[in-house]
């Protein structure tokens, strides 16, 4: 998945006042929210790599040796063979290595709440920077402003025949996604009071009119491209399998034996991770 990088480890403790060298790597997005990278090789620039710096560098985390910061300019002088491009569509760059594309979805993730907060939502005020955290503050009120991470479910819905050979699986496809020659799984975000089993529940019934039991955990992951924690769970069938689609998130809702799934292009979604333990006779 995105985050297993080893052996490359995430540092996201924060440092007050840390400058950029410049050996740095800096992230930078244009109007559109695209991502300043290579065309080839390694994607993110140097700090060294712009002919004049950038005039607002603020620290976001480190990968291994590496410190990245964000560059806040609304624009900046691209560097020589560097291009902007959509963070989705970086996933799918067959020469960049996992740890870059992690390191672009979570510094995507600390760009738009920096972006979504320069004014409080308290009292409307400008909000500025904590010398102490990382933490966006508000001077008039004292309104204070954390990195916000959403939670999420990925499901994985199994129909027990009477072999594993004839078990089937619900696979989705998201409406404007029809025509992808893969799937997905059921996903739906976690509601105010709910526990992750009682969104597992209530998302499946939403999207397919399917009942569950058995909802086990698998495994969690960081999707900061959309500010998400997903939790990946396993559950079973409970009673009637007619589906019902829900026809204005879904495109396709369907039973699906495991020869028959096709997996995602890539290896980096817990939800491609959950098809092939199903596809492979493997899930818990």
């Not at 985050?3 to 840390?18: A, E, M, S, W």
């Not at 009942?211 to 992951?221: A, C, D, E, H, L």
Request: proline share 5%; hydrophobic share 35%.
């Amino acid at each position: 998945m995105i985050q297993d990088i080893y052996p490359h480890k995430l540092k996201n403790t924060f440092v007050p006042g840390l400058k950029a060298a410049d050996d740095s790597l800096v992230v930078h997005y244009d109007k559109d929210g695209r991502l300043l990278v290579k065309d080839e090789g390694k994607p993110l620039p140097r700090l060294s790599d712009f002919d004049a710096c950038p005039s607002s560098l603020t620290y976001l985390f480190s990968m291994d040796e590496d410190d990245i910061f964000l560059a806040e300019d609304e624009t900046v002088g691209v560097p020589e063979g560097y291009s902007y491009i959509k963070v989705r569509d970086f996933r799918k760059k067959s020469d960049v290595p996992k740890k870059s594309i992690f390191e672009a979805f979570t510094a995507k993730q600390l760009h738009s709440w920096y972006m979504n907060n320069k004014y409080c939502g308290r009292c409307g005020s400008l909000t500025g920077r904590s010398d102490i955290e990382r933490a966006i503050v508000c001077d008039k009120c004292g309104n204070t402003i954390y990195p916000r991470v959403v939670p999420a479910v990925i499901v994985a819905v199994i129909n027990k025949g009477q072999t594993r050979e004839d078990d089937r699986i619900v696979l989705t496809k998201y409406n404007g996604r029809a025509d992808v020659p893969y799937y997905a799984l059921i996903a739906g975000f976690t509601e105010i009071g709910e526990t992750f089993e009682e969104t597992v529940a209530r998302e499946v019934m939403e999207e397919t009119g399917l009942k569950v039991r058995n909802i086990k955990y698998y495994k969690s992951q960081p999707w900061g491209v959309v500010d998400d924690i997903l939790a990946g769970f396993f559950c079973e069938l409970d009673g009637d399998d007619t589906i019902s689609k829900d026809d204005q998130e879904l495109a396709v809702a369907q039973w699906v034996r495991r020869e028959e799934v096709v997996l995602q292009p890539d290896d980096l979604s817990l939800t491609n991770e959950m098809m092939t333990l199903f596809k492979e006779n493997r899930e818990p």
